[in-house]
């Protein structure tokens, strides 16, 4: 194996082993992992204290109700800073606990799971239940305070720099000894450095509330007792894992056959080591013509871009040269990251599960923090080569097209190029019209957050965006089993930036395969093989000679099986309430109700579902 792959092999020998998961010893392990923390816990005598040691969690467990973490100053995206958020739920969103019907759907399995993890680790069941619904009525308390994630998609509001030291006197125990006990109070201090607080309006309700008298120390110690063995309940033997599988994937998300252990196992490994992986998946699967093909499809889109911007008649002409001049500084990544991070440690095949993760955590923190007030590398990927997935990242104006998306259904060499615009093309025309969404808009070229839009223009936006915020609020979701059976609505507010950029990336691509077709008419119709970047190498003579109306229609089923899906009911309640992007159905549809060229292509009649008389156009 190459340098570094070796911990690849020892993590998922340490998964898989069966004695680390299903065995006395493995049971042993676990309370060997966890019962001297919860010692510690126990004896603590006052709230200080145990924030200080929550604190000192934090490197290798749970966050308790701070998060902090590492990432660019949004208004100087060349250093890393320190920034913290809200956090302490277990449940995937505030709203399960605040929608009463929601909250009483899942209340004794919720309570079932935690007392469960109590009873694992030696409580007897009468007290296990009664450390149960302590926490559970802590998170039912802590649920309002939280500051309601419409609100975060707003990168200006959620923009509050101080001084750490200034913060510390502000939240003495959410922040003051929490950062003391992660080590880092003293040096941040000391450096003047400053924190970017996300929630502040989180922050000032919670140390009031744990600072007064109807929160006690021994909820607390529950909670933090709690968290700690829900953070490592599925590393640990099985009886922890099936408790965490139980509540978390059956009951929150419907799903109702464990996967198996290797694929587990593998998402394991992915997840701690994307660059390694990543590197791994390319060799095998990615050659030097899917990367050249990929690129050129890149740009034909990022120029389908450019031209509408000189289309849009709500942008005024100051507005238009910022949009044009952020465009042109848009760099991207594709395939897998070539970076390698050094790993000062070593992890054992044979050891449990737990420990080698706890290694892997605690190394991850100290190379987070270690990188406050340093240069921002922005060569580094946030997500594994392997991964079927895309993104934009505002803060270095990148978009970054994985190694694992450029694969079929969405991507291939050898077929009709509207097979390729259809499917990953509109991802990337996605990806780069996040650029310029409700979010990404607030951000210049250089990737710092500024204002470069024109109070009119600005308005005119707004305006435009107000359409799609209506439009997907009237879309319901309803059960899989019975149509007529409605779980939600779509929140047009909280999904607002992916459906700008559904509904952009698509029109976008349709665009630029036109364009594309016009260019490369006569090569279409010959039998030879064109070069590598042509987005026609080698295509079969049955996809040449297909007519232009077929082709057209065949890009918009390519765009829609991009996006099939099928999923129990509740995990699209989860999605609902968690998830930034609309459920797929609405994806597809909805972004096609707005296009012009999808009812010219399909015939679709006037006012008919698919083609009505109100279409939402913003890019």
């Known amino acids: 194996m190459q340098q570094g792959w070796p911990l690849i092999g020892d993590l998922y020998d340490s998964c898989m082993n069966y004695t680390n998961t299903s065995s006395r010893i493995a049971d042993n392990a676990s309370l060997k992992v966890l019962v001297p923390v919860l010692e510690q816990i126990a004896e603590l005598t006052d709230k200080a204290k145990l924030f200080q040691l929550a604190g000192v969690l934090s490197k290798t467990g749970p966050s308790f109700v701070t998060a902090i973490g590492v990432f660019p100053d949004a208004r100087d995206t060349t250093v890393y800073v320190l920034y913290a958020s809200q956090t302490g739920l277990s449940l995937p969103d505030p709203e399960y606990y605040l929608d009463e019907k929601k909250f009483d759907a899942i209340h004794d399995a919720f309570h079932a799971y935690v007392m469960k993890l109590f009873m694992l680790v030696g409580w007897e069941s009468r007290e296990a239940a009664l450390q149960a619904s302590a926490v559970i009525g802590f998170e039912q308390t802590l649920a309002p305070l939280f500051v309601p994630k419409e609100n975060l998609r707003d990168p200006v509001a959620s923009y509050n720099r101080m001084s750490v030291a200034r913060a510390a006197s502000r939240y003495p125990l959410l922040f003051s000894r929490f950062l003391g006990g992660t080590g880092l109070l003293y040096n941040l201090t000391a450096q003047n450095a400053d924190v970017i607080v996300d929630t502040p309006a989180f922050f000032n309700r919670v140390e009031k509330l744990v600072t007064g008298y109807s929160v006690t120390l021994e909820t607390l110690k529950a909670v933090l007792m709690y968290q700690y063995i829900n953070f490592y309940a599925d590393v640990l033997s099985e009886p922890f894992v099936q408790a965490s599988y139980f509540f978390f994937a059956f009951t929150l998300n419907g799903q109702k056959v464990r ?137 270095a104006n990148q978009i970054v097209f994985p190694a694992g998306i450029l694969q079929p259904p969405f991507f291939a060499t050898g077929r009709h190029p509207a097979r390729n615009f259809g499917a990953i093309g509109s991802i990337v025309g996605h990806e780069l019209t996040h650029g310029f969404d409700d979010r990404g808009r607030y951000f210049a070229g250089d990737g710092n957050l500024q204002n470069w839009w024109s109070n009119d223009t600005a308005k005119l936006f707004s305006e435009r965006t107000d359409c799609l915020v209506k439009q997907y609020a009237s879309y319901a979701v309803t059960s899989g089993a019975d149509q007529h059976k409605v779980l939600g609505y779509v929140n047009g507010n909280y999904t607002l930036g992916e459906n700008i950029a559904d509904n952009g990336g698509v029109k976008l691509s349709y665009t630029a395969y036109h364009t594309y077709i016009t260019e490369h008419a006569k090569k279409l119709s010959k039998e030879s093989e064109a070069g590598a970047t042509e987005l026609t190498t080698p295509m079969s003579q049955e996809e040449r000679s297909l007519p232009a109306d077929v082709a057209d229609k065949l890009f918009f089923i390519s765009f829609a099986q991009a996006f099939c899906t099928k999923g129990s009911d509740a995990y699209m309640i989860r999605s609902l309430a968690t998830d930034q992007h609309s459920p797929e159905r609405w994806r597809i549809n909805g972004v096609a109700s707005n296009l012009r060229d999808f009812a010219s292509v399909f015939s679709c009649p006037a006012n008919s579902p698919m083609n009505p008389k109100t279409k939402c156009q913003l890019w």
């Open 259 to 395: 996967a198996p252990r290797w694929k587990v196992c593998l998402q394991r490994v992915v997840k701690k080591f994307p660059d390694l992986v990543g590197k791994y998946f390319a060799l095998q699967r990615f050659d030097n013509a899917s990367a050249q093909l990929a690129s050129e499809l890149v740009r034909q889109v990022q120029v389908s871009l450019q031209k509408n911007f000189g289309k849009v008649d709500w942008l005024d002409e100051f507005t238009r040269r910022e949009a044009l001049e952020k465009l042109a500084k848009m760099t991207n990544l594709i395939g897998h990251s070539t970076r390698f991070d050094p790993f000062p440690y070593e992890l054992r095949g044979d050891a449990p599960l737990a420990d080698n993760m706890r290694i892997i955590r605690e190394h991850e923190f100290n190379r987070a923090v270690a990188r406050i007030g340093h240069p921002v590398d922005r060569s580094e990927w946030a997500m594994a080569g392997s991964e079927v997935n895309a993104y934009y990242q505002p803060t």
